[in-house]
């Protein structure tokens, strides 16, 4: 099993949608968790960090956790074609950040 | 966060030789620094942490004794590629981790080997 778990996509939506990517980690002991944006060619950039469960809104995009379900979300409102990139989740173990494989986005005008 | 450099961006190598990737964190005194390699649409693999005044901690199945790492301040690691070969061809990526805001990452290198 996968530490860290993602759906590959593509995720297609159009633009000014919500959309909706999913995370689930194996690790209970987790305590961090991210997700970065990062485009082709391009190192990861920092969306989101949630530590507590429920949700944390920052501008279009909103994180959300539940520790119960190891699972982490992340929903980006008012989808623009500038979003289009992969979605990396990623979540601590120690002090080591362990990736999910990522998500394409590609968000259609 | 933390603002991290990472030099050169694109390096193309001979088959055989050495390459040295920097690392630098700019405003953030870094005990540790982790080195991470990604191949087209994979996803980022960490390879090892570097710990400053100490030797690297690899991931298994990283060959120490080909990617060396050397941490030897607060704001520098390197990752020196030895003896590379096109199978090292990908990209490498360091990171600084703090508290409070995730993880830094530098712009990376994409490794050429011919």
Redesign the interface.
């Known amino acids: 099993q996968k530490e860290v778990e993602q759906n590959s996509g593509p995720l297609s939506v159009p633009e000014g949608a919500i959309a909706s990517l999913n995370c689930t980690y194996s690790d209970r002991g987790s305590q ?1 968790f ?1 997700w ?1 944006r990062q485009y082709s ?6 969306i989101m ?1 949630i530590y507590s469960n429920g949700d944390k809104e920052d501008g279009r995009f909103t994180a959300q956790l539940n520790k119960a379900s190891q699972y982490v979300s992340l929903l980006i409102r008012d989808s623009q074609p500038s979003d289009s990139a992969t979605y ?1 989740c ?1 979540v601590t173990g120690g ?8 998500t394409i986005l590609r968000v259609k005008s | 966060g933390a603002v991290v450099s990472q030099h050169p961006s694109r390096v193309i190598c001979k088959s055989g030789t050495s390459v040295k990737i920097e690392c630098r964190s700019l405003d953030f005194q870094a005990t540790t620094m982790f080195w991470y390699r990604q191949f087209p649409k994979q996803s980022l693999m960490l390879m090892a942490t570097s710990n400053e005044g100490s030797k690297a901690t690899y991931e298994q199945g990283v060959e120490k004794d080909k990617f060396l790492i050397n941490h030897a301040s607060l704001t520098l690691s390197t990752l020196t590629v030895t003896s590379a070969h096109p199978e090292d061809s990908s990209f490498y990526i360091c990171s600084v981790p703090g508290e409070g805001y995730g993880y830094t990452f530098g712009s990376g290198t994409r490794l050429t080997v011919v």
Not at chain 1, 41 to 46: I, Q, R
């Open positions: 961090s991210f970065y060619g391009k190192s990861p950039e920092l960090s990396l990623a002090n080591k950040l362990v990736f999910g494989a990522g």
